[in-house]
């Protein structure tokens, strides 16, 4: 499956952004989803995850109770709502499909990455 992560910009703190994942030659059914972002010099961080179908969720620390994954198994997309952004979010975002319908956290248990999108928040 190819990975495909869009919707990354430049806003100021406190807006909000909405980054799509769109997979290709391959169904996301079946498949666990999860977002991670790297910012420079800093390990990989887990952000968000959805399982399938039920589509239980789970949030990194930091951005729980401001960002929201979600998924449409129709149009095969991931999406992570990103609101009251904050500077210390700014990161290379990055999708990815887990190995099975669960959630994870740890990125060892994904195994297709999608390219990155970067955001970058401006205080």
């Known amino acids: 499956v190819q990975l495909q992560a869009s919707g990354g910009g430049l806003v100021q703190a406190g807006d909000s952004l909405t980054l799509s994942c769109a997979a290709s030659?391959?169904?996301?059914?079946?498949?666990?989803m999860g977002w991670f972002r790297q910012a420079p010099g800093k390990e990989r961080e887990f952000v968000a995850a959805i399982s399938w179908p039920d589509t239980k969720t789970e949030y990194g620390a930091s951005v729980k109770g401001r960002f929201s994954i979600s998924r449409d198994n129709v149009k095969n997309t991931v999406y992570l709502q990103m609101n009251s952004l904050k500077p210390e979010d700014t990161a290379v975002y990055y999708c990815a499909r887990a190995l099975s319908v669960f959630i994870y956290s740890d990125p060892r248990q994904f195994d297709d990455w999608g390219q990155g999108t970067q955001v970058t928040v401006s205080s």
């Open positions: 030659g391959h169904t996301l059914a079946h498949r666990g």
